[in-house]
């Protein structure tokens, strides 16, 4: 049974930092891997997307990138704002009908 | 572009009663949608899958006679949870998948129920 692990659970940090959030998965066979943000009480905003081909993708001020085999990924913010504060969700999909395996979250907190 | 919706955002019932909550694809054909939940600080967590026409697939630990789940269009998915408790009360998100738009998803906005 796939299992999505992320590190750290929170993170506090100042306006301006960039920060790496880490995202493990314990099954390598997957189809693709999202990152989402969820603001508190709120559904899910997709960020990026990767599929198991790829090994990163940008928009804007964030990189994901994948490492499939060692089952990793990282999502980097750059330029950090109090505007970015919110629980971020790594997810992977087994195949192409989207059943997905959410991480537990890292909430980030940028302070002012 | 594509919009999943979902009614009620918010719903207040007691417990032993039951509660709808629907998800529907504004724009878009959905012919599979996921039910997912989720406890307070913790991760949302996949309760079944929904094909148009066809029965649910649940995932081990949700009770299918609790959680009845109807997909009846490809438009509209129906989670209904029966004689609700306190312990039911999440926050509980559906998604869609486009299959004609490279199996893009679109998660709802997700309905926060509390159970009295």
Redesign the interface.
């Known amino acids: 049974k796939q299992e999505v692990t992320q590190i750290p659970a929170a993170l506090s940090v100042p306006e301006g930092e960039n920060l790496v959030l880490n995202c493990s998965f314990t099954d390598s066979a997957i189809y693709n891997l999202q990152w989402?943000r969820q603001d508190p009480?709120?559904?899910?905003?997709?960020l990026l997307l990767i599929q198991s081909s790829q090994r990163e993708q940008t928009s804007g001020r964030l990189n994901a990138s994948l490492d499939k085999s060692s089952g990793r990924s990282t999502l980097y913010i750059a330029a950090s704002q109090p505007g970015d504060s919110a629980t971020y969700?790594c997810?992977v999909s087994p195949n192409?009908?989207?059943?997905?395996?959410?991480?537990?979250?890292t909430r980030l907190m940028v302070k002012p | 572009g594509a919009v999943v919706s979902?009614h009620p955002s918010r719903v207040i019932c007691k417990s032993g009663t039951s509660v709808k909550i629907e998800c529907r694809s504004l724009d878009f054909q959905a012919t599979?949608m996921?039910w997912?939940r989720q406890f307070p600080k913790?991760?949302?967590?996949?309760m079944a899958?929904s094909n148009e026409g066809s029965k649910a697939t649940y995932e081990q630990g949700v009770e299918k006679d609790k959680f009845l789940i109807n997909h009846a269009s490809l438009t509209l998915s129906t989670l209904t949870v029966t004689s609700a408790h306190p312990e039911d009360s999440s926050?509980y998100?559906c998604?869609a998948?486009d299959g004609l738009l490279g199996?893009t998803?679109y998660?709802?906005?997700?309905s926060?129920l509390t159970v009295v």
């Open positions: 989402f009480g709120k559904g899910l905003t997709s969700l997810a192409a009908g989207n059943m997905l395996t959410f991480g537990g979250g | 979902q599979t996921f997912y913790q991760s949302l967590m996949l899958t926050f998100i998604s998948r199996n998803i998660f709802g906005e997700g926060w």
